[in-house]
């Protein structure tokens, strides 16, 4: 986002992005930062809203219907990425397989899962 042409991050943004490198340093333990290429796996799980009827919304939970409304997937994954950056991966450029996943849960939340590749690096 941009202000008088100077880039700036919402408040929001800021915190929610705090927020996961928190979870990302909790879920690293002390581990090092990967360094080789990785397999990144990221579902944003969006409540379903409380205003539409009980049959839409078990709709919504079994996948019949998908949540195309804003935030758009790439916020997320970007988001996401932003969080594991120098935590989980030494630089989010090691991504290099990237599944993003966008629906309703009972339960909302943001899960990225990481796997190390197999690869020989250059």
């Known amino acids: 986002m941009t202000r008088r042409g100077i880039a700036y991050t919402p408040s929001a943004t800021r915190k929610y992005e705090a927020h996961g490198r928190l979870a990302a340093q909790l879920a690293m333990d002390g581990r090092p930062p990967i360094t080789v290429p990785v397999r990144a796996e990221i579902t944003a799980d969006l409540p379903v809203p409380a205003s539409w009827s009980n049959k839409r919304q078990d709709a919504a939970l079994r996948g019949e219907i998908k949540p195309t409304s804003r935030p758009d997937t790439d916020n997320y994954v970007k988001a996401a990425l932003d ?22 849960a009972r339960i909302p939340k943001l899960t990225i899962t990481v796997a190390a590749l197999d690869v020989i690096s250059n």
């Not at 594991?84 to 397989?97: A, H, K, R």
Request: net charge negative.
């Open 83 to 104: 969080a594991i950056n120098e935590i989980v991966v030494t630089d989010d450029s090691l991504v290099v397989e990237l599944i993003a996943i966008k629906r309703y």
